[in-house]
């Protein structure tokens, strides 16, 4: 749980996501706070790298979580549906869903853990004009002002939230600013932001600074939807700029999906097919089909052949894999 926030806040999100699927899922264990963490944060990969079959999957399982006794995991469920509901223009859905009873969760470890989540909350406050919301958002900020000495990050959150709800261009750019060293996702948001507001003031060039700069933060970490959304606002302005993807290798190391990775370590270690099922919650037949096509991408054809070539690769075993 842990790997996957830390992976998530330093612009990780294919190892958040591998990190969070490690976790056991809610209908082996039942609900817990660790359900909680896992279904926020494959949400928001799946929205930000545009996975719209794993961010329904989330939507269901948030659907699902509503209900749970624990406020945590029902507070956590009610993020990922006010998250959907944002995604799909609803404002007012969104704003249902975060307050009365699932009044946002704002405190100065949230807000270290998913800053984003804030800025979420406060711009479903603005855009559906919810006074309680908002009253709710400055309340949390106001307990991020009161941490002494306090945290760059919490500096930088605050002076986003309040740019936001007064839409105050120059207060965003800086928020920006001091987030370039500290979380590279959140300083996308924050310049996403503030190219909006010098946009709508009419400072174009300096739109486009932030923007651009948005768009690299994005790009530069695997927010590909976000940064393609980005990109259609350049364009908007004249601007043209496009994400540059490695293609994935067709052989070796580099061809294997992050799952085929997982399976092939975990083979290598001694694990045999059954205790890899049993570990990743799979099937027999799918851990089958991953070690079927990660040997035939390795060119390999044995599980010792296999130890062989991750000795001789230098391919680090499962435990190194998964955690950081």
Partial sequence: MTSAIVHFAAGRLAAARASAEALLPPDTTGWSPANAVRMVILAEVAARTGDRNLFQEMVNEAHRASSADSPSVAWAAASVLARAAWDRGDFHDAARWLSGEMAPLITPLWAWLAPAHLICITRVASAAGDA?????????????????????????????????????????????????????????????????????????????????????????????????????????LGVERRIARQPRDKTGWGSLTDAELK???????????????????????????????????????????????????????QGKILRP
């Fill in 132 to 236: 309680g919301l908002r009253a709710s958002v400055l309340q949390g900020v106001e307990l991020l002002d009161r941490e002494r000495p306090a945290p760059r990050l919490f500096t930088a959150i605050a002076q986003h939230v309040r740019g936001l709800l007064e839409r105050d261009a120059d207060a965003l750019v800086a928020a920006a600013d001091q987030l370039s060293t500290l979380q590279p996702l959140h300083c996308g948001c924050a310049a996403e932001d503030a190219g909006s507001e010098l946009t709508r003031v009419g400072r174009r060039a300096d739109a486009i600074d932030q923007f651009n700069a948005a768009f690299d933060s994005y790009a530069d970490h695997e927010a590909f939807a976000d940064a393609r959304r980005v990109a259609r606002t350049l364009r908007g």
């Fill in 263 to 317: 399976v092939v370590s975990l083979v290598a270690d001694g694990s045999t097919n059954a205790a890899v099922a049993q570990q990743l919650q799979l099937s027999p037949h799918t851990v089958k089909t991953h070690i079927r096509n990660a040997f035939a991408k390795l060119d390999i054809h044995s599980r010792a052949q296999l130890i062989d070539v991750m000795g001789d690769s230098g391919r680090p075993s």
